[in-house]
């Protein structure tokens, strides 16, 4: 089933927001084997006259955003009318919701908000619980001989317009697909192999499977590859990328690198401690952003400057004096140093030259080193990232904890 | 001037990534007084055909973003070309580019990637600093009398597109609509004041300007002001903004918090150093993504763990006992020992609790602790942010930054 999102909101087209609502609504309804073909942002007002018009008979469901409120330019649910050609009826159960919400926060009423408990005649109503603006559903042809797409009216606020889409979209929608279910779905994140070197070790493979369609999205330093196709089928694809991928496939579960850090970490009983130079406590600041991050994070040394490098790490400034802070021996010290100070199991360590003062001949901005110290011995990594600072962070950190990752796959749990 | 954004990508249409795109392409065009006025996503492959045909009538200027890599599935290149009736012209210098690209990463050259060094007869190329696929302008009605609007071809990648965008793009934009230069604009960047107290401060005095627009735009911890309208009048607003928000105005040149701190502590020959908790390094990590932090900032010690408070920052362990890591004292003695430890001028601290766990009656998740130490009296604040972790850290760094930059503002460099 073509599937259409239209979001309304001048805010959107002006980037005062960033309309999540696209994103949102994919994610909920891919269960169902639904796809949204085309989004389309329009300003509030009437542009949703013709934006509605033009893809009713492009779609077999369309989901519209925004428009619903008590404003001169909230006219979604007076235009779909129109276009329907159906009457307004006045609904006094939602104007009493309405009424009784407004008093709760002692706000005053005015005969705008009540415009809002205004249902055109057959819709079924899709409460709101976090806001006055009921949903609205109008099933397909709900009015011949004018031919219609399923329509769901929902309000502009993520905030009303999420649980809504949970409680009340949902279950419509499980109604109107059911029957379409031999369609399944496989993502891989994958880390240490570039887009076009996945697409070389299984595009060929995969494409020669009937029916099956192939996505990849590179993102900085990860790359999801994307089956979609029959269920028969799929269990052959998951075969070939299994093989092909083997341990580059860090998650199918869209699971982020540091959250498939902190997990094995506690699988392991371990901790973890980190110390950066270069990349400032983005390093830090990725492990602690996953929830339970305090079971296996102990502590993270932001050594920007040598003598903090010296005073809480404990590298020698004679190494530092003979080497350089940006030195394979001051990234072996460094995360040495971190494991000794924080009793941590395991420690991390980056130094390197983010850029864009600071490089030089023989090390140029983008050089990078990397140490994991476990105990045994310290393993040592140049990297090279010739960028922005802000992608040289992300860039090495990945590589940082993909470093981690590989030495925790081949240790028992 | 009509402006439709056409973003092609499978990723924002099944919701892994939610498009950034239009935000970003409306606040840089803003200036130049362009309105994005429709946004059309549509998937990898030949959708994009459909998109442009239509739209060319409709728009005097269309940005397409996304399909320009080496996949197959990236066609807008071809497309562009096929619909206007150009050859595609193989680029030398543009393969040179990606050659060297590639060979510094030591990344193997495919065919495919070459693909990318394809440019439509008489199009201008936008230089891609940092991806392999350059963007592509071609200028309206290029290749007559196929009636074409001003076309811009951008990366997906946000990384590349945004500053292929501001380097390249705008520039070129600047010449499209020039004469449309009477109407100016101002722009404020407020932390420390709601928005709506914002609007309530400026909102009615401005309006009352003839001629003037006003925008306003909240995002975590900071109010964007934008003001738009006839030179003359802008003056006037100009006085009125800034005698009614004075100190609240961190920037009217769309500068974050992070880097008016880093130049403020850099023109008063200051150091800086944190101590955090439940930011996780966050606030490091904010301050050291500003290019020339390394000047002012000396360490960041994120003690997740009070064994780290204690080793790392010499928190007395009877003060984490008696008191709990999260409070006043702690946060109190986690800014004097980062002082202390690392030499700096000035210290900033956080202690709190990020959740989704951790909380307690007395203190529920969300509850923080701030400490500025700078050699005299220690101050301490409490917040109470009780939202998901992410913003958790957001609203509490910029509390941290502002607590710190109204010292600054009363201490002459």
Redesign the interface.
């Known amino acids: 089933m073509r599937v259409i999102v239209i979001n309304t909101g001048t805010e ?9 609502h ?6 909920e309804i ?1 269960p169902l084997h639904l ?9 509030d007002g009437m ?1 949703i006259r013709d934006a509605l018009a033009e893809n009713f008979a492009r779609a077999e469901i369309i989901f519209v955003t925004g428009g619903l409120g008590p404003t001169t330019d909230d006219v979604t649910r007076e235009i779909t009318a129109q276009l329907l050609g159906l009457d307004l009826v006045f609904d006094p159960a939602i104007a009493t919701s309405i009424t009784e919400r407004l008093r709760s926060r002692a706000i005053r009423l005015t005969d705008r908000v009540l415009r809002q408990a205004q249902v055109p005649r057959g819709a079924e109503v899709l409460p709101n619980e976090y806001g006055s603006a009921p949903g609205l559903y109008l099933a397909a042809n709900l009015n011949p001989p004018i031919a219609t797409p399923h329509l769901f009216l929902l309000p502009g606020p993520p905030r009303e317009l999420q649980p809504m889409f949970r409680e009340a979209a949902l279950p419509i929608l499980k109604r109107i697909v059911r029957g379409n279910e031999s369609i399944g779905y496989c993502s891989y994140r994958i880390v240490g192999m ?3 070197y996945v ?2 070790a299984v595009g060929p493979a995969l494409l020669e499977l009937p029916g099956l369609e192939l ?6 330093g990860e790359v ?1 590859l ?1 089956v979609i196709g029959p269920a028969t089928v799929l269990e052959e694809a998951n075969a070939i990328v299994r093989a092909r991928l083997t341990h580059y496939i860090i998650s199918t579960e ?1 699971e982020n690198l540091e959250t498939v850090i902190v997990r094995e970490l506690a699988a392991h009983h371990a901790t973890l401690a ?1 110390a ?1 130079s270069c ?7 990725r ?3 996953v ?4 079971e296996i ?9 040598n ?2 490098k010296i ?2 790490l404990g590298v020698p400034a004679d190494l530092i004096a003979k080497h350089g802070a940006v030195s394979k021996a001051v990234a072996r010290a460094m995360a040495e140093g971190a494991r000794n ?3 941590a199991d395991y420690a991390l360590s980056v130094t390197g030259i ?5 490089g030089s001949v023989e090390k140029p901005v983008g050089t990078a080193y990397l140490a994991l110290a476990d105990g045994g011995k310290t393993v040592v990594r140049h990297l ?1 990232f ?6 040289f ?1 992300q860039l090495t950190t990945q590589m940082a904890l993909n470093l981690l990752r590989g030495r925790l796959l081949v240790r028992p749990s």
């Open positions: 959107l087209l002006l980037g005062d927001v960033v309309n999540s696209l994103s949102f609504i994919a994610r891919f796809r949204v073909e085309q989004q389309l942002a329009v300003p542009a570039g887009e076009s697409e070389e996505g990849y999205c590179a993102r900085m999801d994307r869209g980190v950066e990349t400032g406590g983005f390093l830090a600041h492990l602690t952003n929830p339970g991050a305090s994070f102990v502590a993270g040394y932001v050594t920007y400057s003598k903090a005073s809480a100070k924080s009793g983010a850029g864009p003062a600071g090279f010739p960028t922005d600072r802000e992608t962070k």
